[in-house]
Nanobody
Framework: VHLEESGGGLVQDGGSLRLSCAAS????????IRWFRQFPGGRRDFVGA????????DYADSLKGRFTISSDNAKRTVYLQMNNLEPGDTAVYSC?????????????????????WGQGTQVTVSS
């Protein structure tokens, strides 16, 4: 398994969750890791990203201030900390890996655009 998400679950409105994206040694430190979410109706949105070296992050404008991405080199894991969750955040959250040269291509939302893609983890926010 190259990318594996975990940490999803059911949380109440206003709660927090931290998702993990565990990456293989081949990926961690060599690729940009992006988080996405796919809503029940099928739409997929860019959530945020962290650079291959972990020195830069990028977020969807609508999520800035609530969501934070970080990484742990020793665990080869990228985290998505989500605070003040709302029912509208209910989705399947996935991580994908893309070459560092594609840092400015956050508009790419198709699995085929990425070198690696995880299986996703469900986040459900109840009202």
């Amino acid at each position: 398994v190259h990318l594996e998400e975990s940490g999803g679950g059911l949380v109440q409105d206003g709660g927090s969750l931290r998702l993990s994206c565990a990456a293989s040694g081949r990926i961690f430190g060599n690729y940009v890791i992006r988080w996405f979410r796919q809503f029940p109706g099928g739409r997929r949105d860019f959530v945020g990203a962290i650079s291959d070296r972990g020195t830069s992050t990028d977020y969807a404008d609508s999520l800035k201030g609530r969501f934070t991405i970080s990484s742990d080199n020793a665990k080869r894991t990228v985290y998505l900390q989500m605070n003040n969750l709302e029912p509208g955040d209910t989705a399947v959250y996935s991580c994908g890996a893309i070459n560092p040269g594609a840092w400015d291509s956050s508009h790419l939302l198709t699995v085929a655009d990425y070198e690696f893609w995880g299986q996703g983890t469900q986040v459900t926010v109840s009202s």
